[in-house]
C-alpha cells in the first residue's frame, strides 16, 4: 500500500521530552513529503496554540493540516479554513466538576489560546506558557453559559484511578472519557475521537481511511490507530494503545516517526 497521508500525534510521539520535534523527525516527514505524501498532526491540544508551535518548531512547510482538539476540530493550511465538531452541553460540564469538588484536581477549559482554569500559580501559567498557551484563573462555571469542545481534569499521578473511576460512576450518554497523560483526564462529546477528525479530513480531500499511516502512544490515539490503514505504537506508550497498533516503533525520545518512516516507508 502507497500512503497518501502520515498523521502523528504529538505529546509522547512527535515530540521529545523537551516538548520539541527533532531535526530528524523533520527531515523523514520533509523526505515523505517529496515522494507525494501529506503531513498532518493529530492532537488533543486546541488548535490555536498548536498553530503557534508549528511555526517556533520551524514546520510550516511541512504540515499540511491539523486535527485539534482530539478531532473536535480540522485545520487545512493549503486553505486557512478550520472547521469544528460536536461540543459539550454547559449544564453536563457543570455536573462533571461537581463530582471532583472534595479533590484537589484543577479544570481546563479552551478557549482559542486561553486555557481557563479554576486555580493556578506562577509555576503552572509558566508551564502553560510552554505550550503557547495563555493560562487565566476565572470561574468556570460562569464559563458554561454555552457548550464547550472539551473539559479537562487535571490531577496528582496517585489520583488518577479514582478520577476515572468517578467518571464510569457518572455513567454519561453523550461524552467519553479518558486518560490522555498521566495527570490528566478528559471529557468530550463521545463521537469526537481522532478517527472521527480523520474520517472527516480524508473525505475532505478524497482519500480513504486505508491510505493513512499514523502514529500515537496512548489512549487518546487508540481509535486512530485502530481505523487507519497502518497504526503504528510508540514503545514509550500505554498497552491498551499497543492492542490497537499494527506495528510498533522505537520511543519517542529515540526519533522512532523517524525511524518507522526511514525503515519501512522511504526506502520502499
Not at 486553505?79 to 484536581?105: C, S, W
Not at 468517578?166 to 469526537?192: G, Q
Request: glycine share 6%.
Amino acid at each position: 500500500m502507497k500512503y497518501k497521508l502520515i498523521v502523528s500525534d504529538l505529546d509522547g510521539t512527535l515530540l521529545n521530552g523537551q516538548k520539541f520535534v527533532s531535526n530528524i523527525n523533520k527531515d523523514a516527514i520533509r523526505k515523505a513529503k517529496e515522494q507525494g505524501m501529506s503531513f498532518a498532526i493529530a492532537s488533543g491540544r486546541p488548535l490555536y496554540p498548536i498553530l503557534s508551535l508549528i511555526k517556533q518548531w520551524e514546520m510550516e512547510e511541512l504540515v499540511d493540516y491539523v486535527l485539534g482538539m482530539n478531532g473536535g476540530c480540522i485545520y487545512d493550511k493549503a486553505k486557512d479554513a478550520q472547521k469544528n465538531f460536536y461540543t459539550i452541553d454547559g449544564e453536563l460540564l457543570k455536573h462533571i466538576m461537581d463530582q471532583y469538588r472534595d479533590m484537589p484536581v484543577r479544570f481546563w477549559i479552551f478557549e482559542k489560546e486561553k486555557r481557563y482554569v479554576n486555580k493556578g500559580t506562577e509555576a503552572t501559567r509558566a508551564k502553560a506558557a510552554l505550550y503557547h498557551e495563555d493560562e487565566q484563573i476565572t470561574d468556570l462555571y460562569a464559563l458554561c453559559n454555552q457548550p464547550r469542545q472539551k473539559l479537562i481534569v487535571e490531577c496528582r499521578p496517585e489520583d488518577m484511578d479514582m478520577v476515572e473511576q468517578r467518571a464510569r460512576k457518572l455513567n454519561l450518554s453523550t461524552c467519553a472519557a479518558f486518560r490522555s497523560d498521566p495527570t490528566l483526564f478528559e471529557f468530550v462529546d463521545k463521537r469526537v475521537n481522532k478517527a472521527s477528525g480523520l474520517r472527516q479530513l480524508c473525505a475532505d480531500i478524497g482519500i480513504t481511511m486505508d491510505e493513512v499511516l499514523a502514529f500515537g502512544d496512548t489512549s487518546n490515539d487508540n481509535e486512530m490507530l485502530k481505523e487507519v490503514g497502518h497504526g503504528v505504537w510508540m514503545s514509550n506508550g500505554t498497552m491498551d494503545t499497543f492492542a490497537h497498533a499494527d506495528a510498533q516503533t522505537i520511543s519517542n525520545e529515540e526519533d522512532g516517526v523517524a525511524w518507522y518512516l526511514e525503515k519501512h516507508i522511504l526506502a520502499r
